[in-house]
């Protein structure tokens, strides 16, 4: 192993670099969970998770990765035998869809190329079409960490309103929450999944699901079992602070830091953040004369950048040596897309100098593998930051030649 000198660059999509504010938030000694000072931390989190997602409902937090609170959502509103509507928009979707089939969920899994997100003109058609309410649920993915593609979920909201169906919407938006502008109540969404080490900028550990009074009114009478899972069981203790079980106190401490970080720079402002980043990236990845692997530049995500290698040359063989050479870690195709894509990350901790870095690792890697580009792609991202210049940039000041 080469050993390296300075911070690594974490640009993979998630887990996401976690800010020093969070890391010195978390770095206190374990409390006791039942008692008044744990309370209020507790009612802290739950009120601020909140603001998070937009919405005046419960938010449940589990100690559990994201995949947990996929669970969660499935076995808290559906019952063997249910049939939902999802759309094949990449590797999470498919393993969402493979979840619910596991639980017994008939999946009207609608295929996808990998390389957009929804068609939501097929969502309207395909609940248009069931006229008999046969679909309980419409699931589909915000932000697609495998593809780079976001999916937009007001529009979904619209389709399910314009059929003039009952299905809940339930949306996974681990890596789009506190990155990507996500409005629960607004959206009409019923239950939202989401994780702590993406926009949260956590270490992982944390699951969360946003729950409207719908999904809450359909988890009293579904069927399927659960426990750990089971929101009713988590709202009680919820009420006053407590979790029913042992909860991940050290994160939680990290989670109010987070939330008062995202509130300060206030959320529009990072919404702006990620997006001026991403287009400064696809800018570069556009110069080098290679292909961003989303084709729809509504969908293009504020959060990752998925760059197709040329043909014959291995996203995977590239990685390692960028890991090697500059220390910098990249995110890997996943599934369909192994070894022909890498994935670059700007999400959450990330800034202007962050990128230009991470770009320019990205661009010596190419010289140091060979991999056929065109030289300059650091410079056009950098044009579109200085023509984009971030809303509290002080970009009037000129400097004085003296
Ligand atoms: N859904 C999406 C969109 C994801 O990006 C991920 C993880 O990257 C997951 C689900 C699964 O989350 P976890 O790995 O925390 O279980």
């Known amino acids: 192993m080469t050993r390296h000198q300075g911070r690594h660059f974490l640009q993979i999509p998630g887990p996401s670099p976690v800010p020093d504010r969070v890391l010195r938030a978390m770095d206190m000694p374990v409390i006791d969970h039942r008692s008044a000072e744990f309370a209020e931390l ?23 990765s994201g995949t947990g609170a996929w669970e969660a959502a499935i076995v808290n509103t559906l019952s063997p035998g249910d049939k939902v509507l999802m759309v094949e928009t990449g590797h999470f979707a498919t ?121 809450r009114a359909t988890a009293k009478t579904n069927k399927l079992p659960r426990s750990f899972w089971d929101w009713e069981e988590m709202l009680k203790p919820n009420a006053n602070g407590f979790f029913p079980y042992t909860p991940a106190t050290n994160l939680l401490y990290g989670l109010r830091e987070a939330i008062a970080m995202l509130l300060e720079e206030g959320l529009d402002a990072v ?40 043909p014959g040359y291995d996203a995977d063989a590239y990685r390692k040596l960028v890991l090697e050479n500059y220390n910098m870690s990249l995110g890997s195709g996943l599934s369909k897309v192994a070894g022909k894509v890498f994935r ?23 010289v140091a593998a060979g991999v056929p580009h065109r030289a300059g792609g650091v410079d056009a991202a950098m044009k579109v930051l200085e023509e984009h210049p971030q809303g509290n940039a002080v970009s009037h000041l000129k400097v004085v030649k003296t």
């Not at 507790?42 to 559990?64: C, D, N, Q, R």
């Not at 980043?277 to 570069?284: D, S």
Request: proline share 4%; net charge negative.
């Open 271 to 310: 919404f702006a953040r990620h997006q001026r980043l991403a287009a400064a990236a696809r800018a570069a990845v556009n110069h080098w004369g290679l292909e961003v692997l989303c084709q729809e530049p509504k969908d293009f995500s504020p959060v990752l950048t998925a760059v197709l290698m040329p």
């Open 42 to 64: 507790g009612k802290a989190v739950l009120e601020g998770s909140k603001t998070i997602f937009k919405t005046t409902s419960p938010v449940i937090i589990y100690p559990s």
């Open 344 to 366: 670059i990350g700007h999400l959450g901790e990330c800034n202007e100098l962050t990128l230009v870095g991470a770009l320019s690792g990205v661009e010596m890697g190419f």
């Open 95 to 215: 393993l969402w869809r493979q979840m619910a089939a596991r639980w017994g969920i008939e999946v009207d899994f609608v295929p996808g190329d990998w390389r957009r997100g929804v068609d939501t003109n097929v969502i309207e058609e395909k609940l248009t079409a069931d006229k008999s309410h046969q679909l309980k649920a419409v699931m589909v993915v915000h932000n697609e960490t495998s593809t780079g593609a976001t999916s937009g979920i007001g529009e979904v909201r619209a389709a399910i309103d314009s059929a003039k169906h009952p299905a809940l919407l339930m949306v996974d938006t681990i890596s789009g929450l506190g990155s990507a502008d996500f409005r629960f109540d607004e959206w009409g969404v019923d239950v939202a999944v989401s994780c702590s080490q993406k926009g949260f900028m956590l270490p992982p550990g944390l699951g969360f699901n946003a729950i409207s009074d719908k999904a």
